[in-house]
């Protein structure tokens, strides 16, 4: 079979092939790997160690048993959309109709391909904040579009609403917002998600959200763009159930939009997967269905191990900037004389037994400079896990010649 150029050009662009031609890997793998052979603990990749909540697993295990394994409506099941619908007018006020305005996705993943896919021509530009979800610049890539960045730059990594204002134009199709934000943790004030509305309309763009971790915010509510003045009409509001459930495996995730912006998704996410994850829909409809206290529960659980996490750091010597929300803190290894996120990423495990992923690799190459020796590393682990990394990164024997 022969594959055309065009086509390889294209997914070299988009990150998905390397100079030569072969798949390129990402920096996840890369450490995730690192980690399985040196024995280091795995604070690289976001993914939780311990279950979710017990009434999830079972409700999963129940459906399986009555016989929900083949497909589920291309929708979505509507125990699910209902569930969906509900939770936003529970905790936001928005209120949405399952049956024309939910659309139910294999992950936050397939979401927000399907969504780029569908709403961008070639040459459309797409407006990120930046370090960015890898995703991001691969399918904009595939789509043929163009990506436009706004830096968040050390500690607070908030976006500077002068370089919103110079960004954001008419060539703009998608301004696409990840909030509470990975890799950095920032969470965006109301005052930014506020202009970002004020400028897709000035520019008639559309406004793509990733919430993934809207229920793992620290200090302050979660503000969806959606429910914000002038901003629901033109909006595509994306989430998904495994950061919140720890059930990252199930891929279960979901977007709320506009009719008429939904269908066009739909024109394109059925010839991604189709549908997914059938028994663990109407498990997924029971965890949004829990009481306020599970997630306050979740919030604030995370909160403590960002902060046992942090201080092993500080200890080690790192500079480090507090999370406002999600799995990540960010820590910068200047002090501790490496100026190489990646290289230093690939020593740590011989130095700590620990393995964290360069911010570097969140980055277009232009900017990767701004982050040379920031890492990010997870903190979505069981405690005596973090205890355990954070006692070995206080013990951090760095070579004396740097």
């Not at 070639?122 to 995703?135: H, I, N, Q, R, S």
């Not at 691969?138 to 579009?145: D, E, K, M, S």
């Not at 500690?155 to 110079?166: A, G, K, Q, T």
């Not at 891929?251 to 269908?263: F, V």
Request: hydrophobic share 45%.
């Amino acid at each position: 079979m022969t594959i055309s150029g065009g086509w390889k050009r294209t997914a070299r662009g988009a990150g998905l092939l390397g100079p030569d031609g072969s798949i390129a890997s990402t920096i996840f793998a890369e450490m995730s790997a690192l980690a399985q052979s040196t024995g280091a603990i795995n604070l690289g990749q976001g993914f939780p160690d311990e279950d979710g909540p017990p009434e999830v697993l079972e409700a999963a295990r129940r459906a399986i048993s009555e016989g929900y394994n083949q497909y589920p409506p291309g929708l979505g099941m509507p125990v699910l959309r209902d569930a969906i619908a509900t939770h936003q007018k529970r905790f936001y006020g928005l209120d949405v109709d399952p049956d024309r305005e939910v659309l139910v996705t294999a992950g936050a993943t397939e979401a927000i391909a399907a969504t780029l896919l569908a709403l961008l021509d070639a040459g459309d530009e797409v407006v990120t904040l930046e370090p960015f979800y890898d995703e991001y610049g691969a399918i904009v890539g595939l789509a043929n579009g163009v990506h436009r960045t706004v830096p968040l730059l050390a500690p607070h990594f908030l976006p500077d609403h002068d370089r919103l204002r110079s960004t954001i134009n008419d060539r703009t199709r998608v301004i696409l917002v990840n909030n509470p934000h990975n890799p950095t943790g920032a969470v965006l004030p109301k005052e930014t998600l506020e202009l970002i509305v004020e400028l897709a309309h000035k520019h008639d763009a559309l406004i793509v959200t990733d919430e993934v971790y809207e229920h793992l915010v620290f200090d302050q509510p979660h503000i969806p763009v959606a429910s914000l003045p002038g901003a629901r009409e033109r909006t595509v509001s994306i989430s998904s159930a495994g950061k919140t459930f720890n059930t990252t495996g199930w891929k279960i995730g979901w977007l709320t939009a506009p009719r008429e912006i939904l269908t066009a998704i739909l024109a394109v996410k059925q010839f991604l997967t189709f549908v997914n994850g059938a028994p663990f829909q109407p498990a997924i409809a029971v965890g949004l269905a829990l009481p306020d206290s599970f997630f306050t529960g979740v919030a604030a659980g995370l909160k403590a191990k960002s902060r046992l996490l942090s201080a092993g750091l500080t200890a080690a010597g790192f500079e480090v900037s507090a999370p406002e929300g999600g799995y990540f803190v960010v820590a910068d290894a200047r002090p501790l004389g490496f100026t190489d996120g990646a290289a230093f990423c690939r020593e740590l495990p011989r130095l700590a037994g620990v393995v964290g992923v360069p911010i570097s690799a969140f980055c277009h190459d232009e900017l990767a400079a701004e982050y040379s020796s920031l890492v990010r590393f997870a903190f979505c682990k069981r405690t005596e896990v973090l205890e355990q990394a954070a006692a070995q990164l206080a013990e951090l024997q760095v070579p004396a010649a740097r």
